[in-house]
């Protein structure tokens, strides 16, 4: 039982990632992302099959990821199989029918994909490289981050940063785990976050006990957003 609620943190977070528009061209073309949803179908938990399968369902709506994920491996035949699965919901059965008939159907063009790539190339390179082993996890609880304006605000700022490698917004929590290269240092994250001036960050770290604690800015050196890297695992 304790997987579960790790799995489908993990598909959540792909699902919002694919949400947006500019991400979905580079998640397909990222290695793992694609297969790893594909794993998530046959998972016991439904919540955690129909969140994988609204994730594939936003990249199908990138036209030039269709050809890719239907020729993926495994993709159209675990998409029969939660169709015709006794005990999928019925809504789910429905989701992976939609998702089937528009990656059966499917015809890109060279043209889509090249108008589909120019407009995810601005944040296709935070996802390549993202197995990369010397990357680190840091979490940030983001004060102000309230709607969607201000997680554009963060986006921005973070893009900015050179050694991002990706980045996930949990809006319930007003948190956001980025993905950074080893020898970026994650007050970098802290400082651009408040040079937005409506919005500060401070980095959650795990405490001895294993609970978490918020590690506030008079902590360390820097007077702006400052926080120690920390290896989390997703």
């Keep these: 039982m304790s997987g579960e609620p790790d799995a489908l943190a993990v598909v959540n977070q792909l699902k919002d990632l694919a949400a947006d528009p500019l991400n979905r061209r580079a998640i397909v073309e990222d290695k793992g992302c694609l297969s790893g949803l594909i794993l998530f179908f046959d998972h016991p938990n439904p919540q955690v099959v129909y969140s994988a399968l609204l994730a594939v369902r ?19 035949l675990s998409l029969q199989n939660v169709m015709q699965k006794g005990t999928s919901p019925g809504e789910t ?19 889509e994909q090249a108008e589909a790539a120019a407009s995810c190339r601005r944040k296709a ?7 990369n082993k010397r990357a680190k996890t840091v979490v940030l609880q983001i004060d ?19 050694g991002v490698i990706s980045f996930t917004f949990q809006m319930a929590v007003k948190r956001c785990v980025v993905r950074i290269r ?15 001036k409506v919005m500060k960050a401070h980095q959650v770290v795990k ?12 902590q360390n050196a820097h007077n702006k957003q400052t926080s120690t890297p920390l290896q989390v695992t997703i």
């Design 207 to 218: 405490g001895e006990d294993g609970s978490e604690v918020g590690k506030s800015n008079e």
């Design 182 to 196: 080893s020898d970026l240092k994650a007050e970098a994250l802290g400082t651009a976050i408040a040079s937005t």
């Design 58 to 76: 936003y990249l199908a709506e990138c036209r030039a990821n269709r050809e890719k994920m239907k020729d993926e491996l495994g993709m159209m």
């Design 93 to 111: 059965k429905l989701l992976a029918s939609e998702i089937y008939e528009i990656l059966q159907n499917s015809s890109s063009t060279e043209a």
């Design 144 to 162: 102000g981050l309230d709607d969607s304006a201000r997680r554009s605000l963060c986006e921005e700022a973070l893009l900015k940063i050179k």
């Design 125 to 131: 390179q935070f996802f390549l490289g993202s197995t």
